[in-house]
């Protein structure tokens, strides 16, 4: 492992894909925050850092169950990167947010007198499900099929078309800022809900609202780092190279 102290989250999550699991655990954001390093985390968290780089060691060479989840995607096509992230993240965020949506409710109805926190984390997750679903109908209708195009463009199977932006930069840096913003919604609903620690009075709604919003949150993360440091990165440096892009525009969804 060539990973160290001084390494970042991001560079680490990269190398090895099983440290999601490791960062996870310890409550490290290594997807809207990756940029930071280890040692620094560590001191911050008061974690001992030998022991975290030991674990992420561990987790690598144990990680077998799941090839999907442990690939490097950095080996691997845009196209099918974006399949990956459409069918497994995507799909599952649409199905985790219409199925909390009412749960929250029932909840809130039910113990929302008895523990008020319950208001506050029905409000952060309307607010987290209206972004969302705007955020992913934007990449999938416009920004996604672009990323594709370009990168057919740039082994010659066809032109690529012209975009309705002059680069992918500033789509792409709206969508790392509503990353930002879902993340920061992310760490207010576990700060609010007390690390998702169900009190004793719960009831079995209760429960698994809380276990779905952690779900939800463990996705989100591991969604939020494939695009911010891997496809994005990488859909940016491709265009820069691509060939001159065509002039028709009817391919690309708006």
Known sequence: ???????????????????????????IDYSCRGNRRLRDVCVGADLPVDQVLKSLEEAQKTASEDAEELKNWNNESLADLIAHIVTRHHGFVREQLERLGPLSVKVLAIHGEQHP???????????????????????????????????????GERAVPQPPFSTLDAPVQKMIRDHDEVGGQLREIREVSNHFAVPRDACLSYRELYQGLEALEEDLHQHIFLENYILFPRAIKLELTSPSRGTDIEDLPC
């Open 1 to 27: 492992m060539s990973v160290n102290a001084s390494s970042t989250l991001q560079s680490i999550a990269v190398e090895l894909p099983a440290a999601t699991r490791v960062f996870e655990k310890l409550g």
């Open 117 to 155: 926190e319950l208001g506050r984390i029905r409000q952060l997750f309307e607010s987290l499900r209206h972004d969302m679903l705007e955020h992913l109908d934007k990449e999938e209708k416009v920004l996604f099929p672009y990323v594709v195009q370009i990168e057919a463009g740039a082994s």
